[in-house]
């Protein structure tokens, strides 16, 4: 008999309790996935613009019939804790204060991807669907285009549309919310030459 070396995968709880002890820290970037401590990549310039636009253009269209949550962590499952880019949260009187947001808070969860594009795509998406998330949305800068995903189901979402400039997309939370994705991307000329 070989005996097989197995991975020890760390809880959320485990997760929580490292930060309190002081081994991981609030600069730490980093997020649990599958049990795993990952290290998020750094920002980028368009990155930032994408994420700034996204808070703007969606705060403008949602009001307060929803929180809009800017990378902070959500909790998936005992050993998943992501950190979107952006969330949309159902509105909490106490804002989220006494825990973490879980799949039936999530309304709408958004990544910016650029060098993390496989990641986000075949990693996190994935784990939002089989989360329940109803609806996952990847602003590919690289592509300068957004996949819009839908109907979770245990192996990521069965249904992925590709938007592109010029488009317009509704949130399934919000059929009555019409965006621009440009109004989401960075803007034209800082993508040129990609």
């Known amino acids: ?22 081994i991981l820290t609030e600069d730490d970037r980093v997020e649990l ?8 990549s750094p920002i980028g310039d368009p990155h930032i613009a994408s994420v700034n636009r996204c808070n703007r253009t969606l705060s403008r269209a949602v009001g307060d019939r929803a929180l809009v949550s800017i990378q902070n962590p959500i909790n998936l499952d005992p050993y998943n804790e ?7 949260l159902r509105p909490r009187a106490d804002d989220y204060a006494r825990g973490k947001p879980g799949p039936a808070d999530i309304l709408l969860v958004i990544e910016v991807a650029d060098t993390t594009l496989d990641y986000d795509r075949k990693t996190k998406l ?54 621009a994705v440009e109004d989401l991307l960075p803007p034209a000329d800082e993508t040129a030459g990609r």
């Open 33 to 40: 996935i599958d049990g795993e401590i990952v290290r998020m």
């Open 1 to 22: 008999m070989v005996a097989v070396p197995e991975r020890w995968r760390f809880t959320v709880d485990e997760y929580h309790r490292m930060a309190e002890a002081g």
């Open 126 to 179: 994935p784990r939002y669907g089989v989360a329940g998330i109803r609806e996952a949305w990847l602003l590919d800068l690289q592509g300068d285009a957004l996949d819009v995903h839908r109907e979770p189901r245990d192996d990521g979402y069965a249904l992925v549309r590709r938007y592109r400039r010029g488009e317009w997309v509704r949130p399934a939370a919000f059929p009555d919310v019409e965006l």
């Open 82 to 88: 992501p950190e979107p880019d952006v969330a949309l």
